[in-house]
């Protein structure tokens, strides 16, 4: 019996070297991604006001418009889309202004290779651009979509564009929207989306699962709009247009909880992304 009880302590003891010799820091690298920010364009001056509840009406803020880049095992994933019919260049006259896929390109990403698109809202400048990406997988708030279109295309609110929701449902006709229920939803490894900061009717935000710079892995926290500045967050301030600003503050102090550490909070529009976190530069911006 002694014989067997060693015997068995050895093969359990072998059992466990061999799970443990994949380094503890591969295992929890495996459903993590590297975050990239990427400036498309450019709004160099718009009033304060708009953006932040109770900030001085003479006040003008520069606006950032920018796609989170998710790049980790197969997928290759956008936080929003950004914009490219030329209604809204013509309307805004943004600076600077790239397509987003190009913009993906010029980074070593073919529009063909992204995966998935999660967009936080339905506002132009965050989903009209989801058709130049021909194979990526749409996700949107099944509530964000009944509230302002239906498989038909109408235009069932006004913040919708027409033409963007046409082609919500052509994609959707086309089998790729994924319209997600809720609020705290897993939608695949690494990745979670949230509502409540009511931005619009169900406004979204995402947690990523991140390689960080000092090799941890770590929660970034993508605000997209229910948090347009660092200033609404160090401030507490909720966002302007917000439908509900209570809830945007509930909204922007889970952020707090959820993310890692505060500075890994990435708001939507705030030019001072690209500054606080400077590497590589030139509108780039790796979220570590």
Same mark, same amino acid.
């Given at each position: 019996?002694?014989?067997?009880?060693?015997?068995?302590?050895?093969?359990?003891?072998?059992?466990?070297?061999?799970?443990?010799?994949? /380094?503890?820091?591969?295992?929890?690298?495996?459903?993590?991604?590297?975050?990239?920010?990427?400036?498309?364009?450019?709004?160099?001056?718009?009033?304060?006001?708009? #953006?932040?509840?109770?900030?001085?009406?003479?006040?003008?803020? *520069?606006?950032?418009?920018? %796609?989170?880049?998710?790049?980790?095992?197969?997928?290759?994933?956008?936080?929003?889309?950004?914009?490219?019919?030329?209604?809204?260049?013509?309307?805004?006259?943004?600076? +600077?202004?790239?397509? /987003?896929?190009?913009?993906?390109? $010029? +980074?070593?990403?073919?529009?063909?290779?992204? =995966?998935?698109?999660?967009?936080?809202?339905? &506002?132009?400048? &965050? #989903?009209?651009?989801?058709?130049?990406?021909?194979?990526?997988?749409?996700?949107?708030?099944?509530?964000?979509? @009944? &509230?302002?279109?239906?498989?038909?295309?109408?235009?069932?609110?006004?913040?919708?564009?027409?033409?963007?929701?046409?082609?919500?449902?052509?994609?959707?006709?086309?089998?790729?929207?994924?319209?997600?229920?809720?609020?705290?939803? *897993?939608?695949?490894?690494?990745? =979670?989306?949230?509502?409540?900061?009511?931005?619009?009717?169900? !406004?979204?935000?995402?947690?990523?699962? !991140?390689?960080?710079?000092?090799? =941890? %892995?770590?929660?970034?926290?993508?605000? !997209?709009?229910?948090?347009?500045?660092?200033? +609404?967050?160090?401030?507490?301030?909720?966002?302007?247009?917000?439908?509900?600003?209570?809830?945007? #503050?509930?909204?922007? @102090?889970?952020?707090?909880? #959820?993310? !890692? +550490? *505060?500075?890994?909070?990435?708001?939507?529009?705030?030019?001072?992304?690209?500054?606080?976190?400077?590497?590589?530069? &030139?509108?780039? $911006?790796?979220? @570590?």
């Amino acid at each position: 019996m002694t014989t067997v009880r060693v015997l068995s302590a050895l093969v359990a003891a072998t059992s466990l070297a061999q799970f443990d010799c994949v /380094p503890p820091t591969t295992r929890l690298l495996a459903d993590s991604y590297q975050v990239t920010a990427l400036r498309f364009a450019t709004a160099p001056s718009y009033p304060t006001r708009f #953006l932040v509840a109770g900030a001085d009406s003479t006040r003008r803020t *520069p606006l950032a418009f920018t %796609v989170c880049l998710i790049q980790g095992g197969d997928r290759v994933i956008l936080m929003d889309a950004g914009f490219y019919r030329q209604k809204f260049i013509d309307r805004w006259k943004p600076e +600077n202004y790239v397509r /987003p896929s190009e913009v993906l390109q $010029a +980074n070593g990403v073919e529009p063909e290779r992204v =995966t998935d698109i999660v967009i936080s809202h339905i &506002h132009w400048d &965050h #989903l009209d651009g989801a058709d130049l990406f021909p194979r990526a997988r749409i996700w949107l708030q099944r509530a964000e979509f @009944e &509230h302002y279109t239906n498989d038909s295309g109408a235009v069932l609110d006004r913040a919708i564009d027409a033409d963007d929701a046409k082609m919500l449902a052509s994609l959707r006709a086309a089998g790729r929207v994924r319209l997600i229920d809720g609020d705290s939803v *897993p939608i695949m490894p690494g990745i =979670t989306v949230f509502t409540g900061g009511k931005h619009t009717f169900a !406004s979204q935000y995402a947690t990523v699962r !991140s390689r960080l710079a000092d090799g =941890t %892995v770590g929660t970034i926290v993508l605000a !997209s709009d229910n948090a347009y500045l660092y200033e +609404n967050l160090e401030q507490h301030r909720p966002i302007t247009q917000s439908l509900d600003t209570l809830s945007n #503050l509930r909204a922007q @102090e889970r952020m707090r909880r #959820l993310a !890692s +550490n *505060p500075r890994l909070i990435v708001p939507g529009h705030d030019v001072a992304v690209f500054e606080r976190f400077p590497k590589p530069g &030139h509108g780039v $911006a790796h979220i @570590e």
